[in-house]
């Protein structure tokens, strides 16, 4: 059965972190490697998108104690935890989905999304890729660390999948429900390009999961 995305992780959010670090591959080294790749300035102004219970965030704060984030999930559990962690740092945590809450223009250094964005396709990510791409400052940056389709055909098996599992359900296309439907590097790639990135670049994989860098 297709959960409600926001319902499938507040369902499972004991035992979620230690899922995250335990179960998926590298995933001890990427979230490190994820923190370290964002600006390592103090008071840095950084946007993470699905920003859950900010394992990367709790990364970054070791890294940048007075970072200023600004968090955006669906999952009214998962930013309950987020705050409960970290009381005493600046966070702004927004209950929405990312598609619709506004980032305002020229507000942040840079823009995090850790494990959060394969649910989409590249024609849903392109506006709000470009939506993102507005929200940072002059030579601000977005870091995707996410884990990619390794062929065209696996990406159209998952959506494929997706599509009829709805349709099965009576659930309405636009509806989001948690399903996992990776794009390929590349096709994230011409989403971010299309979207007017200046640059995408890999920074870094483990096995499927990729860590890209997109320069505005
Ligand atoms: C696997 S968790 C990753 C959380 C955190 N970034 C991490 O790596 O631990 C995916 C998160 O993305 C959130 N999410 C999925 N789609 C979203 C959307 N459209 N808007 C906001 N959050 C979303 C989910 O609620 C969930 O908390």
Same mark, same amino acid.
């Given at each position: 059965m297709l959960e409600k995305m926001g319902e499938f992780f507040d369902s499972r959010l004991s035992g979620y972190e230690e899922h995250q670090l335990t179960c998926i591959d590298s995933a001890q080294v990427f979230y490190p490697f994820t923190a370290?790749?964002?600006?390592?300035?103090?008071?840095?102004?950084?946007?993470?998108?699905?920003?859950g219970t900010? @394992?990367?965030? %709790?990364? /970054? *704060?070791?890294?940048?104690?007075s970072a200023e984030i600004m968090g955006i999930d669906l999952a009214p559990g998962m930013l309950n935890e987020l705050h409960s962690k970290f009381p005493d740092k600046i966070m702004t945590l927004v209950l929405g989905s990312y598609f619709d809450v506004p980032f305002g223009e020229n507000a942040y250094d840079a823009a995090v999304s850790v494990e959060s964005l394969h649910h989409f396709t590249k024609e849903e990510k392109i506006p709000l890729y470009g939506k993102l791409?507005?929200? @940072?400052?002059? %030579?601000? /940056? *977005?870091?995707?660390?996410d884990y990619f389709a390794m062929s065209e055909e696996e990406e159209l098996f998952h959506r494929a999948e997706l599509h009829r599992l709805k349709k099965e359900q009576n659930i309405a296309d636009e509806a989001f429900y948690h399903y996992d439907?990776?794009?390929?590097?590349?096709?994230?790639?011409?989403?971010?390009?299309?979207?007017?990135?200046?640059?995408?670049?890999?920074l870094k994989s483990w096995g499927a999961t990729y860590v890209l860098k997109a320069v505005r």
């Open positions: 370290n790749c964002l600006p390592q300035v103090p008071g840095t102004r950084l946007l993470d998108l699905g920003c900010g @394992l990367e965030l %709790g990364y /970054y *704060f070791e890294m940048v104690p791409r507005k929200a @940072l400052k002059q %030579g601000g /940056y *977005f870091i995707l660390t439907t990776p794009l390929t590097v590349e096709h994230e790639k011409e989403a971010l390009i299309n979207a007017g990135f200046s640059s995408v670049t890999v």
